[in-house]
């Protein structure tokens, strides 16, 4: 009996914790926090491959860590990175700031590898230094494998830990200045080239209060999307995680959210 009682009670228990899923249909995993709190969610603690959302914890060192000032020198490493990337040749020199720009708006590769290198010496410790900050973070569902995001069979996260990693991300003015722009330029240091590029975050310029955060595709990842947005004194965090219509339903799903908040004020 005493054991039956104790089941009753951690099914209630579990039931009354769990968050509501209103979006069956949108991803594999998703979580949405309005204001700071968990709010609705799916499969939130599923591990699944992250995408370029991984370029968050990239960016998150590189400000935690170092003079953004400060000007480093492209790799062959770096300059042979694939996917989206900027052409970024090797011996060329740029402030780790506009790589920060070129990493988080335009999603570069070549960028965000660059990065990893001037951190840190090279990509491998770099990734040392990612995982140990997502443990500090409580972030157990994930392992980086490399710092951009490439599909890897031990490069996991899941919605739970990235909404931890974006809340993180958001105690960063400078970070949110780079995520809300629609465009901007670099420049090499010493010379004359220069490489413009625009966010791929569809929502910024669009979504009215839409701050960033990052987008993600790779064929394993699917359409990936972290959003942020604050109209007022209401902000709404938005994780997807393998999602169908990623943009349609990241404004589906902010403006659900911001309803209900005006309603519970």
């Not at 694939?82 to 070549?110: C, H, I, P, V």
């Not at 990241?250 to 908040?261: C, G, M, P, R, Y």
Request: glycine share 6%; with cysteine; net charge neutral.
């Amino acid at each position: 009996m005493r054991t039956l009682i104790g089941l009753w009670l951690l099914c209630h228990v579990t039931l009354a914790t769990a968050l509501p899923d209103l979006f069956p249909d949108v991803a594999t995993a998703y979580r949405v926090e309005i204001d700071g709190t968990p709010t609705w969610e799916r499969k939130s603690h599923s591990r699944l491959p992250p995408a370029s959302l991984t370029k968050l914890m990239t960016a998150l060192l590189a400000v935690e860590m170092d003079d953004l000032e400060k000007v480093t020198t492209i790799s062959p490493a770096a300059a042979r990175e694939t996917g989206a990337r900027l052409k970024l040749k090797a011996g060329e020199q740029y402030r780790l700031q506009d790589l920060l720009s070129a990493t988080l708006m335009a999603s570069a590769n070549d960028a965000c590898h660059a990065l990893a290198d001037a951190l840190a010496g090279n990509e491998r410790e770099f990734v040392k230094r990612m995982n140990m900050r997502a443990a500090e973070l409580g972030m157990r569902d994930t392992h980086f494998a490399n710092a951009c995001g490439h599909d890897s069979q031990d490069h996991h996260s899941s919605a739970y830990d990235l909404a931890i990693l974006a809340r993180e991300i958001l105690k960063h003015s400078e970070l949110l200045a780079i995520t809300s722009r629609i465009e901007t330029r670099i420049q090499t240091a010493g010379t004359a080239r220069s490489i413009s590029f625009e966010n791929k975050n569809a929502l910024v310029g669009r979504y009215r209060g839409a701050f960033g955060l990052k987008t993600g595709y790779t064929a394993r990842a699917g359409k990936c999307l972290i959003a942020y947005a604050k109209r007022g004194d209401t902000t709404v965090l938005l994780v997807l995680l393998h999602g169908n219509d990623r943009w349609w339903d990241a404004v589906d799903i902010l403006d659900v959210a911001f309803a209900e908040a005006q309603q519970s004020h």
